[in-house]
């Protein structure tokens, strides 16, 4: 392959490749920012902080109790079921130190969705906070577990405010449901018998699995992307390598809203910051939104991740003035495209741009970037990542010329192994030497700068053209009586398919004669909504995305 024109587009210092054997696993990588940071502040929640050394002792004693009392081995899976709290992060350390797989589930799952996960994966063991543990309650008679380890929210909190959390929990908010278990272990008590027994360190190497990561689901049944050591290693090395050009290896502080469950917070946040021996700053419940600026409010905060719909809350909040940005460096938007609008209010609150990045659950998840220096919003999804290719190619696979639209493809190693357990959903997305079909609808630029047009099953067409969501929401936030706008094609006699768009009013008085005189100057007559549907609210996934599918459904 001839040098990509991206590459000019790079930071100064930040190499076109990076190397994967650097280490063996991620195990390797971790107990290097442990040996490295020691003391430093690794963990914060609640105002509890957890040192690298403290992460290091508590994860290595998870290890041992899973190693040596549940008698697990190599390649065993584990689940976590858990909001952003310290024992979520000593868990999934203490589980790929354990050489097992981690199996992240959404903690607000359902009986059903979390009934498939479980037993999609195998997974033989279940951490879960047991203001969630009815729901494992409910599925245990249908699902095969050796063990259920039960955490509370205060685990890691000094003895009083433990006390007095977890009572609050339980008896002032009732948000432990009652539920009847067996087989389970205390989180605390796990830690304890882990002190006392001997930890010993696995053989694994680049082709075990670190995560079975179930994708959202949002389209179907949840498919669970195989993502080995060597492609976790490889994304966290790729991540740091374009964050250094912003960012220090001085403890630089990162706000953590999104949940870690999710591949996003995962890597951005979690395992990027662990190796630049930062301070993660655990937001536990971000919909609680008084509590999350009140967390935001604690010290001034380096690094923030989070979607759209997250910036756009903060924004419209009168609170988050109070917070002091003045030491933000980068702000970086994923998981859903980011609105101008929502972004240009984002630099006024701040100071700084939201830099926009792209990945999937398959790639582990972080493809494309803006440079993180950027001191304005860019609508384009930037450039690869050091070591990866980009190819937009047509449905029969052909490579398209530079400026047309195609399916982006992606190579690099940061790419899963497959779909667990499903080779015929595997071949459907993986072509030949390693280019994977993303489902994505792109472009790239002269420049080497790529863009996302939508989602492959999102396009609407309308009397054969194209039409793309992300567009008309774009333009509708762009009023300033809307606050969310969420666009999809329903079936239609005459044109084929047509616009049905969904608003959430920002200005109570706004009406659809109104909206649809600003569209009109906006759009061409094609681009239209049909049907112009007012609602409270809308469906979202845990992190925030809409929930097309759901809306199409909605008759």
Not at 9 to 20: F, K, L, N, Q, S
Not at 377 to 383: A, R
Not at 440 to 454: A, K, N, P, S, W
């Amino acid at each position: 392959m001839s040098r990509p024109v991206w590459l000019d587009a790079y930071p100064r210092g930040v190499p076109a490749t990076i190397d994967p054997n650097e280490y063996p696993s991620v195990v390797e990588l971790l107990e290097q920012s442990f040996s490295r940071y020691g003391f430093r502040p690794a963990l914060e929640n609640f105002g509890v902080t957890m040192t690298y050394n403290e992460l290091d002792e508590a994860s290595r004693a998870f290890a041992a109790y899973l190693q040596q009392t549940a008698g697990f081995k190599r390649g065993d899976r584990v689940a976590v079921m858990m909001p952003n709290t310290i024992q979520y992060v000593v868990a999934v350390c203490g589980i790929l130190r354990a050489g097992l797989t981690v199996v992240n589930v959404n903690p607000m799952y359902t009986p059903r969705e979390l009934e498939h996960q479980l037993s999609d994966s195998g997974a033989r063991a279940i951490l879960v906070l047991e203001a969630f543990a009815a729901t494992v309650a409910d599925v245990t008679e249908r699902v095969s577990l050796d063990l259920i380890i039960i955490s509370r929210l205060g685990d890691h909190f000094p003895p009083l405010k433990r006390i007095a959390t977890n009572a609050v929990v339980k008896y002032v908010k009732r948000m432990v449901r009652p539920y009847r278990l067996e087989r389970t272990a205390d989180y605390r008590d796990v830690l304890a018998r882990g002190r006392a027994l001997e930890y010993r360190k696995p053989d694994i190497g680049h082709d075990d699995l670190a995560f079975l990561q179930y994708t959202g689901g949002t389209t179907g049944v949840a498919k669970g992307a195989m993502l080995s050591h060597r492609n976790i290693v490889s994304n966290i090395l790729q991540s740091v390598a374009w964050a250094l050009p912003a960012l220090d290896e001085d403890g630089e502080r990162a706000a953590t809203p999104l949940p870690l469950y999710h591949i996003f917070s995962l890597m951005a946040n979690l395992f990027c910051f662990l190796r630049l021996g930062g301070v993660i700053l655990l937001i536990t419940n971000p919909r609680d939104v008084p509590s999350l600026i009140a967390e935001l409010r604690r010290a001034p905060i380096n690094y923030l991740t989070g979607v759209n719909t997250l910036f756009n809350v903060l924004v419209e909040s009168p609170d988050a003035r109070r917070i002091d940005f003045s030491q933000l460096k980068v702000t970086m938007g994923g998981g859903m495209a980011v609105q101008r609008s929502v972004a240009e209010a984002w630099h006024e609150l701040t100071g700084r741009p939201i830099v926009q990045g792209y990945g999937l659950t398959e790639t582990s998840p972080i493809v494309c970037a803006n440079p993180l220096i950027s001191e304005e919003f860019s609508d384009s999804i930037g450039v690869p990542l050091p070591s990866t290719e980009i190819s937009v190619r047509d449905d029969s696979g052909d490579e398209l010329p530079v400026g047309e639209v195609g399916e982006l493809c992606v190579r690099g190693p940061q790419v899963m192994q497959g779909y667990w357990n499903k080779p015929d959903e595997t071949a459907a997305v993986m072509l030949s030497d390693g280019w994977f079909r993303t489902g994505d609808i792109g472009r790239m630029t002269d420049e080497g700068l790529f863009y996302i047009q939508d989602r492959k099953k999102d396009m609407i067409i309308v009397s054969g053209f194209n039409v793309y969501p992300n567009e008309l929401e774009n333009v509708a936030t762009g009023h300033p009586g809307v606050l969310e706008a969420a666009a999809v094609g329903v079936p239609n006699e005459d044109s084929g398919e047509a616009v049905r768009m969904f608003i959430v009013k920002k200005d109570s008085a706004l009406t659809e004669r109104a909206l649809r005189g600003y569209l009109s100057t906006q759009l061409t007559g094609y681009k239209m909504p049909r049907e112009i549907i007012f609602r409270d609210e809308l469906p979202k996934t845990a992190v925030g995305k809409v929930l097309r599918r759901e809306l199409r459904d909605d008759d």
